[in-house]
């Protein structure tokens, strides 16, 4: 009998059971996701992209309910698209904060969107705001959301520190996105990972392979055939498959 | 006079569309009760448990806390394969990263199992008891997959009656009489034996592979390949499973061994996956 028997896939709505990494550094901001989308214990996609484009220099970090946090997002493009169309201005950061807050607020019953949005203006540099559920706006040097921050408050709280240079800045949000990767079943697959500065908008991607492992994970091997594997003949009984 | 749904859309408002517009008429309110399958007419509780149980303090286990996932076997020409990764989730958490999940017998057979790892913990002492004994009685004879596959099949099946039960799902394989033996038995004692054997996500992701390419006179290499894809498809889409692998091995002439931990390497390098939403903006 199948022990999955609670696992209902068929009912269960898809949702970016997600990894969400954001802060803010001496010169711009830095912002990373993980890229697994689940149906109940299915992995719907193991490399989604979870951070949408809001405007050329604002971005938005999505967790909770996917199509939620779609919806949020391709209407808050649209406005804010209006919005620098009437201004002949890149919208402000806050701007595109308080849209979003709003359209969680004003539909609370109904939407369940945790996001981050984050985003570079040339009032005040790097921002970072978090929306959570609900409709609040809060503004702040680091955040984190979705299922798998539960893991990795204490890694952030400890290594945060202000004033960062941009290294330390990527290193921390990869550090922490890896770390909640690795404990967190809602969350995996590929890093993708945004940094903010005056200069522009720098994209990295990491694949799933090459996503830093900790202790109790085998490395991936590299190279090698399909199929190649690793691991040592070992105790009595023993042997090397392969 | 209810408004006419011209399609089924609830677009278009509410009570145009949808189970508000089941309204039960009298014809079907006033009708005497029709008899139904596992409710008695009588009104009673379908189902009596003896007081004395409910009184009883024990937990009986309800649901599972910390879980295993998929395991796969495939008979193969010089035995059997059991393959399954060594994750112990607490719900979604992956919490512990070696835990061996493949429990050998004896030189002819290994037991593996998905569901309550400390189900399955008590289980493999209960095979310990079992072996244990035989070497004790020390007569050459040693217990046959089949025997433990019957003896699980008991055990399941009276704790289920107890509402009590193991929440494993089993495989059972080895060589029985020189032959691959390959069996399940599952949380509430259903069993049964065949060519390829699996549990959980595996249901769903590696039996169309054992389906398409098992067959039981096939290699051991090609036997290995198609453990590997079928782990690997395992842990590329099922949320709850590690890149670290174990695969039992029981045949004739090496008896039955259980591999050290290792990973497979996996297809990352994807073009679409570098920017899967370039051209579909906000989409995931």
Known sequence: MDVSRGASHAEAAPSTGTTIVACTYKGGVVFGADGRVSIGNYIMNRASNKIAPLSDYIFLCRSGSAPDTQIISDNVRHYLHQASA????????????????????????HLVGAMLVVGWDKHAGGQLYGVPISGTLAKE????????????????????????TRAEAE?????????????????????????LDDAGVHYTYIPGDQ??????????????????????????????IG | MLPRPTTHSKALGPGVAGP???????????????????????????????????????????????????????????GVLVGCDTLGAYGTTKRYKSTQRIYRVNSKCVVAAGGEISDFQYISNLLDEL??????????????????????????????????????????????????FLGMVGMVGTHYTDSHVTTGFANQLARPLFRERQQDDMSE?????????????????????????QIAKVTKETGASISEPFALDMRWDYKLFAQPTKWAVGAW
């Open chain 2, 221 to 245: 290499e090609d036997a290995l390949q198609l453990m590997y894809d079928a782990l690997k498809v395992c842990y590329y889409r099922d949320k709850v499973s590690i890149n670290k692998f």
């Open chain 1, 86 to 109: 009437e201004s002949g201005e890149e919208p402000s950061v806050l701007m595109a904060a308080n849209l979003v807050r709003l359209l969680n607020y004003n539909n609370k019953d």
């Open chain 2, 20 to 78: 508000e517009l089941a309204v039960a008429t009298s014809a079907v309110l006033d009708r005497p009760p029709q008899p139904i399958a596992h409710l008695p007419l009588s009104g009673a509780q379908p189902c009596a448990v003896d007081p004395a149980v409910l009184g009883d303090p024990r937990q009986h286990t309800k649901y599972p806390y910390v879980t295993g996932t998929s395991v796969m076997a495939i008979k193969y020409k010089d």
């Open chain 1, 171 to 195: 290193n921390w949000v990869k550090e922490a996105l890896a770390l909640a990767m690795t404990r967190d079943a809602s969350s995996g697959g590929t890093i993708r990972m945004y940094t």
């Open chain 2, 131 to 180: 072996t244990t004994e035989d070497y004790r009685i020390d007569d050459g004879l040693e217990l046959t997959p089949q025997e433990v596959h019957s003896y699980l099949c008991r055990v399941m099946y009276n704790r289920r009656n107890k509402f009590d039960p193991l929440w494993n799902s089993l495989v059972v394989g080895g060589m029985q009489d020189s032959q691959p």
């Open chain 1, 141 to 164: 040097k680091w955040a984190i959301d979705g299922s798998g921050s539960s893991y990795i408050w204490g890694y952030c709280d400890s290594e945060f520190k202000e004033d960062m």
């Open chain 1, 211 to 240: 996503v830093p492992q900790f202790m109790g994970d085998l490395p991936f091997p590299t190279g090698g055939p399909v199929g190649a594997v690793l691991g040592s003949a070992g105790r009595e009984g023993g042997m090397v």
